[in-house]
C-alpha cells in the first residue's frame, strides 16, 4: 500500500509543517519553506533480531586500528587518524580547496588501503584535470561519476573499499523520491543510507557538504548529529593559508586545527604554525603571545595601534579576537593602570589574522596596547601569557608549561606569566627566563620600563 504525501519543509533547519508559512516559526528564516512531495510505504514484515545487549566487560578492548590520511595535520585533527567505519563530514566555503585535498588524501591513502572516490559535481575527465595538476601519484584508487544513489551504493559495494569519499552530499539524488537534490529531505535521506552502508560494511566515509552564506554546514542539524566527525576547511581568498578546524569528533578531542598552504602543486601542510604567525619584531605595539587550538600551542603575534581620536566615541577595531575582549582589556587597563582610554581610537590584529579564542592572550593584548600609547617597544624577545580578572590581577592559564615550552622551541628568552604553583625555573633554567608576576601594573613595569 502506498500513499503520496505533501509536506512543507524548511530548507535552513530542516522543520516540518503540514502548511506553508512565509517564515519558519523554528529559525525565523523568511521564504526557506518549500513543498516536498514524499512516498509513503507501509511494509509488514516480521524482523529477525540475531543481536542482543551484553555487558560492558565481554565487549572486545582492542585497539581500533586507524590508518592515515596522508597528512599528519588531518591525521591530527581526526584524532590521529581514519577510524574504519567512521563517517566524517567536511564542510567550507566554494572553491577553499575541500575537493583538492580529498583528492590528494585519496592518492595518499591508496598506497595502503583500496580509495574509491564518487565525483557528483564533476565528471571524470575534469577530475582528471585537478589530478594532473596536482600530480598526483595512487595505487588501488577508483573513480566514479554518478548522482544517483542507488548506483552509488551499488558500486561501493561492488568495489567493497576500505575508504569512500562523497564529493558532494548536495548533488546526489535518491530517486524513490520527488525533492530536489540538495533539498533538506534529500540531504538527510542520501546522508543516512550511506551512514548504514558505511557502520554495516566497516567503510569509513568522507562527505564533503556545502556551506549556506552565514557559514554553516547547509542542510538539517540532524545530519552533523548523524556523522561521527564535523570538520570545517576555514581560509580566504587573500591568503594563501587554510586552517582545518575540528567541531566534533566522537574519536578525538575536539577544536583541534591543522594548518594548510595553498601553492601550484595543491594543499601543504604547515609543520611550524608559528612561524607564519610571529615575525619576531621588537617594535612599539608588537607583542607576542603563546595560544593553543585544541592540543597545540602556537606563538601568534598582537599587533595594536593606538591613536588620538577624532570622533566623539572613539573606534574600537579588531581582527583576530572578540571586541567584547577588547572592550575589557580597555576597562582594566583605565582602572587598575591609569591610563585614559577614552580620548584615543584602539585598533588591534592578530599576526595573519589568527582567530584567537585562548584568554591567556590578554596580558599580550594589553602590552601591546599600552606599548603602542607610549611608542614604547616592549621587553625584547619576550613572551605575554596570562588572562586579565577585571580586579587587575593576572589568573593563570591552562596548558602553561606546554605553552613554555613552545616558547622556549622558538628562541624566545623572556616569558611574562601568573603566578606558577610549581617551580619551572630550576627546569627551564638557562633555556628561557620565566617572570612571574601577580597584576597588570608589575607586568608593565617589568616590561615597559625605559
Request: proline share 3%; aromatic share 6%.
Given at each position: ?37 514524499k512516498?509513503?510505504?507501509?511494509k ?60 590528494q588524501s ?21 577530475v ?181 581620536t ?24 583605565e ?82 606569566v ?25 607586568a ?7
Amino acid at each position: 500500500m502506498s500513499s503520496k504525501l505533501s509536506t512543507f519543509i524548511c530548507q535552513n533547519c530542516g522543520t516540518e509543517t503540514s502548511q506553508y508559512f512565509g517564515k519558519c516559526l523554528n529559525c525565523n528564516s523568511w521564504n526557506s519553506i518549500v513543498e516536498e512531495i514524499k512516498s509513503k510505504r507501509f511494509k509488514y514484515q516480521e524482523i529477525k533480531n540475531n543481536k542482543k545487549a551484553i555487558p560492558f566487560h565481554e565487549i572486545s578492548s582492542k585497539k581500533i586500528s586507524r590508518f592515515t590520511s596522508g597528512f599528519k595535520e588531518f591525521d591530527r585533527v581526526l584524532g590521529g587518524g581514519i577510524v574504519p567505519g567512521s563517517v566524517v563530514l567536511l564542510g567550507g566555503e566554494p572553491g577553499i580547496g575541500k575537493s583538492t585535498i580529498v583528492l590528494q588524501s585519496a592518492g595518499k591513502i591508496s598506497h595502503s588501503e583500496k580509495v574509491l572516490y564518487i565525483t557528483a559535481e564533476e565528471s571524470l575527465e575534469q577530475v582528471k584535470i585537478r589530478w594532473e595538476r596536482l600530480n598526483q601519484k595512487s595505487i588501488d584508487l577508483k573513480i566514479f561519476a554518478e548522482t544517483n544513489l542507488s548506483l552509488i551504493i551499488e558500486e561501493i559495494k561492488r568495489v567493497k573499499p576500505s575508504f569512500a569519499i562523497i564529493d558532494s552530499i548536495q548533488a546526489i539524488h535518491n530517486h524513490e523520491m520527488e525533492s530536489s537534490p540538495g533539498s533538506v529531505s534529500q540531504v538527510r535521506a542520501c546522508s543516512s543510507e550511506l551512514q548504514n552502508l558505511g557502520k554495516d560494511n566497516n567503510i569509513a566515509l568522507l562527505i564533503i557538504g556545502h556551506v549556506t552564506k552565514d557559514g554553516a554546514l547547509a542542510g538539517p542539524k540532524t545530519l552533523e548529529h548523524l556523522v561521527d566527525v564535523v570538520i570545517n576547511f576555514e581560509g580566504d581568498n587573500i591568503s594563501s593559508h587554510r586552517l582545518l578546524r575540528s567541531i566534533k569528533n566522537r574519536f578525538g578531542s575536539t577544536f583541534e586545527i591543522g594548518i594548510f598552504e595553498m601553492i601550484g602543486e595543491g594543499l601543504r601542510e604547515i609543520k611550524n604554525p608559528s612561524s607564519i604567525f610571529t615575525n619576531k619584531e621588537n617594535i612599539a605595539g608588537v607583542t607576542t603571545t603563546i595560544t593553543n587550538e585544541g592540543t597545540r600551542p602556537f606563538a601568534v603575534d598582537i599587533q595594536a595601534l593606538v591613536n588620538k581620536t577624532f570622533y566623539s566615541n572613539p573606534r574600537r577595531t579588531t581582527t583576530g579576537i572578540s571586541i567584547n575582549r577588547l572592550h575589557q582589556i580597555l576597562a582594566v587597563i583605565e582602572k587598575h593602570v591609569g591610563i585614559k582610554l577614552s580620548e584615543f581610537d584602539c585598533y588591534i590584529a592578530t599576526g595573519g589574522g589568527f582567530e584567537i579564542n585562548d584568554p591567556s592572550s590578554d596580558l599580550g593584548v594589553a602590552i601591546s596596547i599600552i606599548s603602542s600609547l607610549k611608542n614604547i617597544p616592549p621587553l625584547a624577545n619576550s613572551s605575554f601569557i596570562g588572562e586579565l580578572g577585571l580586579s587587575g590581577q593576572v589568573r593563570k592559564s591552562n596548558n602553561l608549561r606546554t605553552k613554555i615550552e613552545e616558547a622556549a622551541r622558538l628562541g624566545i628568552k623572556n616569558i611574562i606569566v601568573p603566578k606558577l604553583e610549581e617551580d619551572l625555573n630550576n627546569h627551564f633554567q638557562k633555556i628561557i627566563n620565566i617572570k612571574e608576576i601577580s597584576n597588570i601594573q608589575e607586568a608593565v613595569d617589568y616590561s615597559l620600563s625605559d
